[in-house]
């Protein structure tokens, strides 16, 4: 007699049937495993041609047309969706950067706006808002023109005072536009295409129209496009480097309040060490004006190693960051006493308002364990109502320059809807 077990035919029906379901799973697994990069890449990608599709120079003769309009557009795409994080810190450390010239820091210094460390949050919030105003808003919108006329006020105080030169504008116009192209191209999962650079290159060149700034130290005297303009503000730009960017206390001093407002969430425990990277992504000309001491190789080591794994997370595991979340530092909506606020504080809450979320949201956390002040905090000192613009800068001018912007408004508005900024010779 065949012994045969109770359970056998079950078991041969619902074996297979357990491993196609177990293969299933696996498969199912494996499956966003394998393609999941692929996606990511894909769409990342994806925006790209969106961009192109949109603004479409593609040939280096469409690029002549580029307008002012088109320009910042595609470079909000870049500051705000594709490389927020490095976009910023390219602007901040050009900001930076600008310190290695002793006739630049001398005047901070002088003045105190960045040298004190009671006046060095304000300024350099006073020249986040302003950058993000121009930056964030059509050419010839009010705030962008109000935001370039209030800057084109203060720096006409000290040009007055034959304190600013022509040059040292110039040459901070031109970090401004150099350094994200540098940025990016080191630490980001892509490099710019060439249409992007045009379009940094014309926003800043017609920003520097708006600004006067003469343009007599470049080679030509007529620019075809915003590559063009670029070339040679890099080319100048590096000769200037040369012959001014020499070691100066002054130099140290501004460095000193920008670092210590850069790591300003870091435990003072850490901050030598924080200290050392800064230093580490100088380059030997600004490490040496600046008065730093070269860090140890490991430092180097250790960045390279944490962006090199930070490019490849962005462009296989990182899916784009969607609109509603792009980065912008600005209210959009003014307030019932006509303000605007900044969103986000580096070191000081300037202009902050104290929602829920700004007094107990993560950054608010990280404040408040380092015993530092909240939005609201000491009353009407960081001024949580917001900011006006006419209000905005060092504290002797505050209020002052309504005559000089009802001038200049009108002409600032037409200058910034020119569109093409380029065919018009520079100023001798």
Known sequence: MENVHPHSDNLTTTLPTQIEVLGLSWHLILFPLLFYPTICLLLRYHRLRQTLEEFPYTTRKSFASMTNEHALHIQQNLSQLEFPTIFEKALQFALFRTYGIPSISRLLVHTGELSEAANATKRYADTVLLIAEFMNYDPISERSVEAIGRMNYIHSQYQKAGKISNEDMLYTLALFALEPARWISKYEWRKLEDFENC??????????????????????????????????????????????MIPDLNNNKTADQTIAILLWNIPDALKPIGTKVVSALMDDRLRTAMMYEKPPQFYFTLLATIFNIRKYILRYFCLPRPYVFRYHLLSDEPSKENTYFLKTWEAHPWYVKPTLRNRFGPLAWISWLRGLPLPGDEGEKYWPKGYKLEQVGPNIMRGKGAEYWKESKEGLARERGKGCPFGRAKVE
């Open 199 to 244: 379009a940094v290159g014309t926003f800043w060149k017609g920003l520097g129209d708006a600004m006067g700034i003469n343009y007599g130290k470049l080679r030509s005297s007529e620019w075809t496009d915003g590559l063009h303009w670029l070339d040679e503000v890099n080319e100048w730009s590096e000769g200037y480097e040369k012959e001014k």
